[in-house]
């Protein structure tokens, strides 16, 4: 037999026992001491914390993707304003108890207020306060569905135009709600619509923007602007056909004829008939340049006429300067291209205006930029007799005679080659009340045109 060493076989078994312990109670005693445990535990409970908010933000991501949905909508935008308008109007149904389809719940402490002024057309004015859902976050039901509504106000970004600081409005509801949202804003916009039901609005540029200038104003019947025979239907039957083709091309129109003729007073009832609006367009105004021109002509609002009128005036000889010695910087050709160039916007209507059409250079006049011209001229007798017969009536046998003197007297006087204007007709007509005393205020200013 080999002899064992006893020293080393000690020295094996010191060094297996110390590195590699086979009794479990050595690992027992490991796991006490306090210095293991309290490293052991932060890191748990940093593991389990971590996972807890990637769940938590995983678990938020996918409930938000699979059953929630939002409707952005910003401050910019047309429908910011009727959405404030229609939430305090659900307010005020709720605060009245009338209607619980919608309303915002009384809890919400954070309002903002809106004032709207009305001008009335005697002079008078009226004042209302709204108190709409302020910055922050809201609850809205509607039509059985919840919704989160979030206002949020931006300081530190403005609106390089208006200087009012960019606002948002978010509206969260579930997905299968989704439906409400066009329901929603419907209802926002035909609330908002209401108040102008019969009225014209009247838009001129902001920047290079179109926006309402003052109050939108009362409709002019169309049968209030009396023109010689044919002239009227002749421009509605064209624009009717233009418009029922549906075609991608741009039609202009220029009405001519001396001061007072009616041409402004035409178009603007035309486009309250056809329930259109109106945008006033002034090439002479400061800081409006070629550039701007042929983008606002390129982004004129839907259903909208654009009116340049007295255009004779800003391109006499090409070059506009104002007394004051400022010069327009829209060049004639910057004009002509922004009317039919590449950028120019389709479907587009443009009327034009001028006193002096001979005026007028020929590359403005030529078709593609003006497709139809007609000339609207002084008041002849059929117009006289007809304007003062819609205004005092055309039953009454008097009326009808005195009518016809009109008639006879406005003939006599074009025959002495006197010019009557159907603005100086139709000033008289609203200064007296009755058929006889309008019939003598004639004979009177006619006497002193003859004196004059």
Not at 286 to 315: C, H, M, N, Q, W
């Amino acid at each position: 037999m080999v002899p064992q060493n006893p020293t080393l076989e000690g020295i094996h078994d010191a060094a297996t026992s110390s590195s590699l312990p086979n009794n479990p109670k050595s690992w027992f005693e490991g796991i006490d001491n306090p210095y293991f445990q309290a490293g052991f535990g932060l890191m748990g409970v940093t593991v389990i914390l971590g996972g807890l908010r990637k769940f938590a933000t995983f678990a938020d991501v996918f409930l938000r993707r699979r059953l929630l949905v939002q409707v952005e909508i910003n401050n910019k935008d047309r429908a910011y304003p009727w959405l404030l308008s229609w939430m305090a109007h659900q307010n005020q149904i709720q605060q009245s108890a009338r209607r619980r389809s919608a309303s915002l719940l009384s809890k919400s402490h954070r309002l903002s207020l809106e004032t709207t002024v009305e001008q009335h057309q005697n002079g008078s004015s009226s004042v209302s306060f709204n108190l709409v859902a302020g910055t922050g976050m809201h609850w809205l039901k509607y039509r059985g569905a919840w919704m989160q509504v979030v206002r949020e106000r931006d300081t530190r970004s403005m609106q390089m135009m208006s200087g009012s600081p960019w606002e948002t409005v978010t509206i969260t509801t579930l997905s299968q709600d989704r439906d409400i949202f066009p329901q929603l804003l419907a209802e926002a916009r035909d609330l908002a619509m209401r108040g102008q039901e019969g009225k014209l609005v009247i838009q001129t540029p902001w920047g290079t923007e179109w926006r309402p200038f003052g109050l939108p104003k009362r409709k002019r019947p169309l049968h209030s602007v009396v023109l010689d025979n044919g002239i009227a239907a002749s421009i509605e039957n064209d624009l009717q056909s233009f418009l029922s083709r549906r075609i991608p091309y741009r039609r202009g129109y220029l009405l001519h004829g001396p001061p007072g003729s009616g041409k402004s007073s035409y178009i603007q009832a035309l486009a309250g008939s056809l329930n259109y609006n109106l945008c006033l367009l002034n090439l002479s105004e400061r800081g409006l340049g070629d550039d701007k021109l042929t983008y606002l002509l390129s982004t004129v609002p839907e259903r909208s006429f654009v009116l340049i009128e007295d255009v004779d005036a800003a391109f006499n000889k090409r070059v506009q300067t104002s007394e004051d010695g400022y010069q327009s910087s829209v060049t004639f050709s910057g004009f002509l291209n922004a009317l039919d160039g590449v950028a120019s916007g389709e479907e587009r209507i443009v009327f034009l205006t001028t006193n002096h059409v001979e005026r007028l250079d020929p590359a403005l006049i030529r078709p593609g930029r003006v497709d139809f011209t007609q000339y609207v001229g002084d008041a002849t007798p059929t117009q006289a007799q007809t304007l003062f017969e819609r205004f005092y009536g055309t039953e009454p046998v008097e009326t009808i005679d005195v009518g016809q003197s009109l008639h006879d007297l406005v003939e006599e006087e074009i025959k002495n080659g006197k010019r009557i204007s159907m603005a100086a007709l139709q000033g008289l007509f609203i200064r007296n009340h009755d058929a006889q005393s309008a019939l003598a205020a004639c004979r009177q200013t006619f006497l002193e045109i003859k004196s004059t």
